[in-house]
């Protein structure tokens, strides 16, 4: 009875290739480039989605950019820090996102026009440096709540876009938890309540 239960778990484990199967099907359709013979998502729609991440991700960099340098005040120095440095996260995510695309076969879309309206952040200014951070905090916790949804949504299908977005998602967290802080700091109330 034991040996019957191993075996039957034993045949629900994913089929591994044998090398000279795999070796063959890795000199074939070379002009596929990294998406090679088994990869089960929809690379069209998987490009198109990573068209709208790259455009959040440099809405995000301008908008951080803009806040590091207009940021003005008794107080502004290190908030104009950490607004630089987030500018500097979200361009490598971008260029992250921009040679994933590649990668898949894609150009990435760095034509400013019509950039906000594939970017799921806005770009927002603010008339003062709470303003901008609460503008950044606004604009992180989109990036989070959008980027967990595309985890969902990639699953196993797309393994390495998975991990590129996970390894993004923790860093924008950092982020939101950064802004929520600054905010608390200027502004001396927490936004968020202890459950």
């Known amino acids: 009875m034991a040996t019957k239960t191993k ?8 089929f591994l290739t044998d090398v000279k199967t795999l070796r063959a099907r890795a000199r074939q359709h070379l002009g596929d ?3 090679g013979s088994n990869y089960i998502g929809d690379v069209k729609k998987t490009i198109d989605i990573l068209q709208s991440v790259l ?9 951080y950019t803009m806040h590091s340098i207009a940021a003005s005040g008794i107080s502004s120095e290190g908030v104009k ?20 695309i590649n990668q898949l076969g894609g150009k990435p879309n760095f ?16 008339a003062n440096l709470v303003d901008m ?7 992180e916790r989109i990036a989070v709540d959008h980027y967990r949804e595309l985890i969902r949504y990639f ?19 950092e982020h939101a938890d950064d802004m929520h802080d600054l905010l608390i700091a200027h502004e001396g109330i927490p936004m968020l309540k202890d459950k």
């Open 155 to 173: 699953g196993d299908d797309d393994p390495g876009t998975k991990t590129m977005l996970q390894h993004i998602l923790r860093v924008e967290e």
């Open 111 to 126: 034509n400013p026009e019509g950039l906000l309206t594939r970017s799921a952040s806005q770009y927002a200014e603010g």
């Open 81 to 100: 820090a950490e607004f630089a440095e987030h500018a500097k996260d979200e361009w490598g995510h971008a260029t992250e996102v921009a040679e994933r």
């Open 55 to 63: 455009a959040t991700e440099i809405v995000c960099v301008l908008r």
């Open 133 to 139: 951070i609460k503008e950044n905090l606004i604009a």
């Open 33 to 35: 480039g990294a998406i």
């Open 7 to 14: 075996n039957s778990k034993a045949s629900k484990k994913p």
